[in-house]
């Protein structure tokens, strides 16, 4: 997507903020700022890159938002996160609504196209043989567990991850934690391409067994937290009561169990496991592996991360808790599939 300019970004924030907006309307907003001549062109902008849709002649032309659900609004990354956390304009609490608009998450032509990539990858996968297949799944074994640790801060490299894993020799430098994530990651990869036909309905118990394994021996609760929960670059605060935490927890799996694609499942559970927060600590690792063990449930392609930029990754996720706006993170995750399905297996 070609990056907009500021001007640009008013003019989608304000056709957002009434519904519908007129050239005339637009103008007067902008007022002596720009020439007409260049408002249509941003205009035409926004329309060819899909954020904006145009309807009627003439006079009587309208722009409104492309994307009717506050799940899809258009924010740009760089724009947005130019402002400090205490200058943005934010959703500081648990928004429940949004859960009503997880299945607006991808479009049928999105699917569509997710769909065909994940139909050559189980072509290709049914014509491997088992030592080659056993390898590969080793091999994104360790590259996800590398990246999602990363993720985490993690200072672990590759090779060093490898070695771990493959070894069991801890690299020289490093905290004992950081080789105890690393390896719980693989023991909770393990468990879901072992129990794929577990995940294909969710419940608080699998969430929790999950978190169990990618926790144990990190000195961290395991279960449903009691206490409230901050986060670093954020001033979202998600809900501090657990009776509500497992309320809410509970009525997104369900939304999520109704879902027909494996890739809506996936993106939900990586975004609303994230902004529920669960746990004490590990909620996002937690929803990569859920995310993956969607996946694997429906005969998809599970996703590394090997190649997602980190701070695009936390930007994406903040934008979402601050917005509810999954868009980037969407286009990353999108991203992180159409790499995994062609570089695997």
């Known amino acids: 997507m070609q990056q907009l300019n500021s001007r640009q970004q008013k003019i989608i924030d304000f056709i957002s903020s009434e519904q519908s907006a007129g050239n005339a309307q637009i103008m007067d907003f902008l007022g002596n700022e720009v ?20 309807e009627g002649k003439g006079r009587a032309v309208v722009y409104s938002p492309a994307a009717a659900a506050a799940i899809n609004a258009f924010f740009d990354p760089q724009l947005y996160f130019a402002k400090g956390p205490d200058e943005r304009i934010v959703k500081t609490t648990f928004n429940p609504e949004i859960i009503n608009e997880l299945p607006q ?16 990858y189980s072509a290709r996968i049914k014509t491997i043989d088992k030592t080659f297949f056993k390898k590969e799944v080793e091999r994104l074994t360790i590259e996800l567990s590398w990246k999602s640790s990363q993720l985490e801060g993690n200072t672990y490299s590759l090779i060093d991850t490898e070695i771990l894993i493959k070894e069991r020799i801890e690299a020289a430098g490093h905290k004992k934690e950081e080789a105890v994530m690393i390896l719980n990651h693989k023991n909770a990869i393990d468990y879901i391409f072992a129990r794929k036909s577990e995940f294909k309905k ?14 144990e021996g990190l000195g961290v609760k395991k279960g449903v937290r ?5 986060i670093i670059g954020t001033r979202y605060t998600p809900l ?19 879902l027909n694609s494996p890739f ?15 746990f004490e600590d590990g909620n996002k690792r937690t929803a990569r592996i859920l995310g993956n063990a969607a996946l694997l449930a429906h005969n998809a392609c599970p996703i590394s991360y090997r190649s997602v930029n980190e701070a695009d990754y936390k930007k994406a996720i903040i934008l979402f808790y601050e917005q509810n706006s999954a868009r980037f993170f969407k286009e990353l995750f999108t991203d992180q599939f159409k790499f995994s399905a062609e570089n695997y297996f």
């Open 264 to 278: 809506s499942k996936a993106l939900a559970l990586a975004l609303m496991v994230s902004y529920i927060q669960p």
């Open 202 to 215: 969710l419940d608080l118990h699998t969430i929790e067994k999950i978190h169990s394994l990618l926790i």
């Open 226 to 230: 009691v206490g409230r929960v901050r």
């Open 105 to 120: 998450l991808f479009s049928q032509e999105e699917i569509k196209t997710l769909q065909k990539i994940n139909n050559d």
């Open 35 to 54: 020439s007409r001549f260049t408002v249509l062109r941003d205009l035409e902008l926004l329309i060819k890159e899909g954020l904006v849709k145009k």
């Open 240 to 258: 501090g009561d657990k009776t509500k935490i497992v309320q809410s927890l509970n009525r997104v799996l369900e939304k999520i169990n109704n």
